[in-house]
């Protein structure tokens, strides 16, 4: 009953949908009820914002599913299981965060010192979950990931990198 393009972008949003949802219900409560539930309505609204806000930056960050191979993250670990090729990278390993829009489509490359980089295309399946990867990189300005990943130059951006360059 409904369309395939409906069905992705709701679950392409749903983070922020159930965010705002509990807002709602939380200011719902907060405002009409009294006494204990009232109480529990204030406490979903912060609760229901950061679910809203990291919804949305998850969704900003979700640039199509359909591209060339399959993302998988396996204990600290991104995989990358490509049509004519692959890798593996572990995340503490990880030198260099870049995002290559000269390629098509575009692709994040994660450089380890002495051994080269992987290339993932943005749109590879289960690249979605490189967000919450990403995000656990000491340092990394998400909000700069996600405006570099907007941002419509084709150029390479260099995302993050380890500011232990005297490792590595």
């Known amino acids: 009953m409904i369309r395939k393009e409906a069905v992705e972008q709701m679950l392409r949003w749903r983070d922020s949908l159930v965010g705002a949802g509990l807002v709602a219900l939380g200011l719902w409560w907060a405002l009409r009820a009294f006494g204990l539930l009232a109480w529990l309505g204030w406490a979903l609204v912060p609760l229901g914002a950061v679910l809203m806000w990291q919804g949305v930056r998850r969704a900003l960050f979700h640039m199509g599913s359909h591209g060339p191979g399959v993302v998988k993250l396996d204990e600290g670990a991104v995989v990358w299981m ?10 503490a390993d990880l030198t260099r965060l870049e995002l290559d829009k000269t390629r098509m489509p575009a692709a994040w490359r994660l450089v380890v010192a002495g051994q ?20 656990t990189l000491p340092g990394i300005n998400t909000t700069k990931m996600l405006a570099e990943l907007r941002n419509r130059h084709k150029n390479v951006a260099v995302v993050w990198q380890s500011q232990l360059r005297w490792l590595h």
Not at 82 to 87: D, E, I, K, L, V
Not at 121 to 134: C, I, K, S
């Open 82 to 91: 490509g049509p004519f090729g692959g890798g593996q990278v572990a995340l």
């Open 116 to 135: 080269g980089a992987l290339e993932i295309p943005v749109t590879a399946a289960g690249a979605d979950a490189l967000f919450d990867a990403f995000a």
